[in-house]
């Protein structure tokens, strides 16, 4: 699919470049302090109720080295799944370009970090989604993005719950019918 959108000069994408350095390093740390947030609360709510057989209280201290568990394996999936996501981010919804970029990258990190904020979780990979989209839009047309590519994520981010659940269930029920040895 061609994507109409304008292209600047280099000059001004090349500026932008310093520009967008610092972007990406506040979206990342909108996205660290989101997503290790959303994930350490659910894994010490449950290593909590596993210790102590009772049910964790909503402002219980979480221990440091859950955090950096946590932390490490959002860093593994990064390192070995991150680039498939980059790869989809990439020119596959609408022109990228630095200048492009850092205005993607601030959208999403200023939402993320609004709503961090408020403790309330967010989808960063939805906030990132969104502002590419947006600015895909501010080209002035919206065949600057491609919106067969925007459907398909957005029927994935859908099918993410039952398709989770039914895991979660089948090895569930394989737990608890699995055979019992002892007493």
């Known amino acids: 699919m061609l994507i109409q959108a304008t292209k600047y000069r280099n ?12 972007t990406a ?59 498939n996501i980059m790869k989809v981010m990439g020119n596959k ?10 205005s993607m990258e601030m959208g999403a990190a200023i939402t993320i970090l609004i709503f961090s904020q408020y403790k309330l979780p967010v989808s960063t990979s939805m906030c990132i989604t969104g502002a590419t989209v947006g600015v895909g839009l501010c080209n002035g047309t919206y065949k600057a993005v491609n919106w067969q590519r925007v459907g398909l994520l957005f029927f994935s981010w859908v099918m993410t719950i039952p398709i989770a659940g039914l895991i979660g269930g089948c090895l569930m029920a394989l737990m608890v019918n699995a055979p019992h040895y002892g007493n």
């Open 11 to 22: 000059e001004v994408e090349y500026l932008y470049s310093f520009v967008q350095i610092i």
């Open 25 to 83: 390093c506040t979206a990342s740390f909108a996205h660290g302090a989101n997503d290790v947030g959303n994930a350490v609360g659910v894994w010490a709510g449950m290593y909590g109720a596993w210790k102590t057989g009772e049910t964790v209280a909503s402002k219980a201290d979480v221990p440091l080295w859950q955090i950096a568990v946590i932390a490490l394996t959002i860093c593994f999936g990064f390192i070995t799944y991150g680039y």
């Open 93 to 102: 919804i609408t022109y990228h370009s630095p200048s492009r970029g850092s």
